[in-house]
């Protein structure tokens, strides 16, 4: 929660400042802080499409997503949906692709990067993304999350209430670290995977 939980509400609610009514595109929808942003986008009141790969849109799904796009066979970007917040949680895409998904006075946040290049680990696009933002419609945004007490209260109250569900996706005990970051590294979790110690 402190990571995952926390960088969601803040992509969605400070720095993607997302109003109800308002529809929400999560990329990374079945990852750790991906399946805290659909249902902190439910929570807020906005209409919330996730993406995710194939073997995940039942977890998504069940997480109260209002449309879930299996990104190996829907494109988000082919012009058919619009958004007014685009929560970018996995990979690498192109800037010009997703601000296609948005609407033209839509908010992207970039909020992590897979991959990227030899020099900048896939940071440029964030710096790409700051630079050319004043000067097109649409706010194009980094993030980088801070750790913030009220913050972790706001979410304490909304898992007591069960508007939301961290999603553990296995545990392991300490001296089975190797053994979960294996897993973490070759499988893909679904939501988070535990250590407890
Ligand atoms: N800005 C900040 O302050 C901040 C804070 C925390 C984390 N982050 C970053 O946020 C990102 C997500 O973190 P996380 O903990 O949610 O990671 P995660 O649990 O690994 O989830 C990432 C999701 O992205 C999808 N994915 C991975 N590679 C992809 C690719 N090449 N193309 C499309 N989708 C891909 C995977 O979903 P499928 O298997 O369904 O494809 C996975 O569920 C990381 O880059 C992390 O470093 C940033």
């Given at each position: ?87 970018d949680?996995a990979g690498n895409a192109p800037l010009a692709r997703l601000r ?8 992207l946040v970039l909020d992590g990067e897979e991959g990227g290049g030899r020099w900048f680990g896939g940071t440029d696009r964030v710096l790409r993304a700051l630079l050319l933002s004043?000067f097109?419609?649409?706010?194009l945004c980094g993030l980088i ?53």
């Amino acid at each position: 929660m402190p990571l995952s939980a926390v960088t969601a509400l803040q992509a969605l609610r400070d720095t993607g400042r997302v109003r109800a009514g308002q529809r929400v595109l999560v990329i990374g929808a079945a990852g750790g802080a991906g399946t805290f942003a659909v249902q902190l986008g439910k929570a807020l009141g906005a209409h919330v499409t996730g993406v995710c790969s194939t073997t995940k849109t039942d977890l998504v799904r069940a997480l109260g997503t209002d449309e879930v796009l299996d990104c190996t066979r829907e494109d988000y970007a082919d012009g058919s949906r619009r958004f007014d917040l685009v929560v970018d949680t996995a990979g690498n895409a192109p800037l010009a692709r997703l601000r296609r998904a948005l609407t033209r006075r839509g908010t992207l946040v970039l909020d992590g990067e897979e991959g990227g290049g030899r020099w900048f680990g896939g940071t440029d696009r964030v710096l790409r993304a700051l630079l050319l933002s004043p000067f097109v419609g649409q706010r194009l945004c980094g993030l980088i999350s801070a750790e913030r007490g009220e913050d972790l209260e706001s979410l304490k109250e909304l898992i007591e209430a069960g508007g939301v569900t961290p999603v553990v996706d296995r545990a392991y005990r300490l001296s089975e670290l190797p053994e979960a970051i294996r897993y973490l590294r070759e499988s893909g979790a679904r939501g988070k995977v535990v250590v407890t110690m």
